[in-house]
């Protein structure tokens, strides 16, 4: 199989672009390769628009309404599908601030069970509620701060200022857990470890590269053997694409690694990561990127809740039932989580016991900490 790797909404470090909000990337795959057999339609289809390459954004949905036809035809021909997947940039920031401040194992005052279950993601949706997007801005800005002082200077008053507004939380559990976790983390702001030390690290924390994950493990998904991958084509630009080779070969050298995470946890499956090696190609080489930056504009253009002209529907349509798509934002998680939790079975007096066991022992470890 053959793989085209777009994105759009980039921003780099800035997640706070009211303009970019989202960071999106689209995958267009094919038992062929498109950049040769798809290369005369497209040929055409410039020809007919008077452009010398199909840029969607640029030609919009008069010009993909003028070419339909070679589009169409591509599509009937080849049978490509088109994956997406969404990065919230201005969760992405609070998320980070979770999985540091609440990382149980540098956080004492977070339960094992509050960080490794399910149950992390009934505490960042909390804690999420107490964010604004000031706060959310100033976490980021800490979080890639390579000033160790002034990350933990900042993290102290952020900390603060989220501890005055715990008591809005409903339930009596929650105010005391995300308030002794951020409390902790106020007076020992020091073991947090919370900011980045170099700019290649902060590179990797961006909305970007977690996307990237997303497209990885959506390649192995759809090939299913490592070796099925033929050529892995990335739109080249120049910030990013070293840190997504890394990645790549990293997830390349791990593949027989188990990554257990905790009970309940969905676990990281890098058995299918494909062998094949990047190839980073300018979007004016490869007719594959043509047309997945047509694609990843016009799902772009439903996400945004655009009307299509129904002349585009035939290129749209086909993908609906085809297609993937992913998002990693707070309204995303707490929708996936709360109907797993709300459908998991009642349990029997004997697992009760036992969990009542489970959690008076991480409690009692937790309280323990916080003493201390």
Not at 63 to 87: M, N, T, W
Not at 165 to 171: A, C, E, F
Request: charged letters at 25%.
């Amino acid at each position: 199989m053959y793989f085209f790797v777009d994105e759009s909404g980039h921003t780099g470090t800035n997640l706070f672009d009211e303009n970019q909000p989202i960071l999106n990337y689209g995958v267009l795959s094919a038992k062929t390769n498109l950049d040769v057999l798809a290369a005369p339609k497209v040929r055409a289809a410039r020809k007919k628009l008077g452009v010398k390459r199909l840029h969607a954004n640029e030609i919009g949905f008069g010009g993909l309404v003028q070419i339909v036809d070679e589009l169409a035809e591509i599509q009937k021909k080849y049978s490509p599908r088109f994956d997406l997947y969404r990065v919230a940039k201005p969760d992405h920031a609070i998320i980070c601030f979770f999985d540091q401040v609440f990382d149980q194992g540098m956080n004492p005052a977070v339960g094992w069970i509050g960080y490794w279950t399910p149950m992390r993601y009934v505490y960042l949706g909390k804690l999420a509620f107490l964010f604004d997007d000031d706060l959310a801005r100033r976490a980021w800005e800490a979080r890639i701060q390579l000033n160790d002082a002034k990350a933990e200077s900042e993290l102290k008053s952020i900390c603060g200022e989220l501890l005055g507004r715990v008591h809005v939380l409903p339930d009596e559990r929650s105010r005391q857990v995300i308030g002794d976790a951020l409390r902790w983390a106020k007076d020992h702001p020091e073991k947090i470890h919370y900011n980045c030390k170099t700019k290649k690290e902060v590179l990797t924390i961006t909305p970007n590269i977690i996307g990237f994950q997303f497209v990885m493990h959506g390649i192995a998904g759809r090939t299913k053997n490592p070796d099925h991958a033929k050529r892995i084509v990335v739109d080249r630009q120049s910030q990013f694409n070293k840190a997504q080779k890394a990645l790549a070969e990293f997830y390349d050298g791990a593949r027989d690694v188990p990554w257990l995470v905790g009970p309940g946890l969905p676990e990281m499956d890098l058995s299918n990561i494909p062998r094949a090696p990047l190839s980073f190609v300018a979007g004016t080489d490869s007719v594959g990127l043509e047309l997945v930056d047509v694609y990843l504009w016009l799902f772009k253009q439903i996400m945004d809740e655009k009307r299509l002209p129904p002349e585009l529907y035939p290129i749209v349509n086909p993908q609906l039932r085809r297609g993937i798509t992913d998002e990693i934002s707070i309204n995303a998680l707490n929708s996936k989580w709360s109907k797993i939790i709300q459908e998991l079975p009642e349990p029997t007096e004997e697992q009760l016991a036992k969990a009542k066991e489970m959690t008076d022992l991480d409690e009692a470890r937790r309280q323990n900490a916080i003493r201390k």
